[in-house]
């Protein structure tokens, strides 16, 4: 799938399926259920999850938590917008998605 089919997918009521757990995660933020995003997140201990999941609680504002899972991710933490690292994100899981 690529990035404007998921994106295009938003105006359904539920996510495509085959979704990974982390892109599953991303596509129920952007539909404003951070619980549901959150859970998701939270499915498989990867470090895609763990990434997803940095970026949950970047947005919630729990900054200490986020750089936990940004740690556990094996990445840096973001400085980009919301918006923007949340596209960054569904873009480079998207292209590695099997």
């Not at 995660?25 to 951070?34: F, I, S």
């Not at 200490?64 to 400085?79: D, E, F, L, Q, V």
Request: aromatic share 10%.
């Amino acid at each position: 799938m690529d990035f404007q089919t998921f994106r295009d997918s938003l105006a359904n009521a539920a996510p495509p399926a085959g979704l990974t757990p982390a892109l599953a995660a991303l596509w129920w933020d952007a539909k404003g259920d951070w619980d549901m995003a959150h859970e998701r997140a939270q499915e498989r201990d990867d470090a895609a999850g763990a990434h997803v999941h940095a970026y949950l609680h970047r947005k919630e504002g729990d900054q200490p938590n986020a750089n936990y899972w940004y740690r556990r991710a094996g990445a840096t933490p973001s400085t980009l917008t919301l918006d923007a690292e949340w596209e960054e994100l569904a873009r480079k899981l998207l292209a590695t998605a099997t």
